[in-house]
């Protein structure tokens, strides 16, 4: 069965959401909070897991997988939006409204990926 076109969309974001990490990488090391210590490493491996279920998502065998993975993900990257809204230099600028905005709008992404996902067949 042909998968439906917002999944590429989907794809396509993640991979360059991922890409970004690594352009950019200075950006995502003021948004990780401080108890995570190894910074770069955190961000290569975040920014490695986005290309790699973006890129998975298009290939039938693992999607289903590619897509619970990018819900694990988000929550575990949630923390970071916290950190954007209590911490002044973490909010990268940003007014408090949009790092608000921001909250909801993970579980949005994460809502998104969860309908591609069968949560009782994992491959």
Same mark, same amino acid.
């Given at each position: 069965?042909d998968k439906p076109w ?12 991922? &890409?970004?990490?690594?352009? #950019?990488?200075?950006?995502?090391? #003021?948004i990780i909070p401080p ?9 290569? &491996?975040?920014?490695?897991?986005? *290309? ?15 897509? %619970?993975? &990018?819900? &694990?993900?988000l929550v575990l990257l949630?923390?970071?939006? %916290? ?5 002044? #230099? ?5 007014? #408090?409204? *949009? ?22 067949? %994992? *491959?």
């Amino acid at each position: 069965m042909d998968k439906p076109w917002h999944l590429y969309v989907m794809a396509v974001f993640y991979i360059l959401a991922g &890409i970004n990490h690594f352009r #950019k990488p200075d950006v995502y090391y #003021k948004i990780i909070p401080p108890f995570l210590t190894n910074k770069k490493f955190i961000n290569e &491996i975040s920014g490695l897991l986005e *290309i790699m279920f973006g890129i998975y998502l298009c290939i039938p065998i693992f999607s289903n997988l590619a897509a %619970i993975s &990018i819900v &694990i993900l988000l929550v575990l990257l949630f923390p970071a939006n %916290i950190y954007m809204l209590i911490n002044e #230099k973490a909010s990268l600028g940003f007014p #408090k409204w *949009i790092l608000y905005l921001r909250l909801p709008i993970q579980f949005i992404l994460m809502y998104w990926a969860s309908q591609y996902a069968d949560f009782t067949r %994992i *491959i």
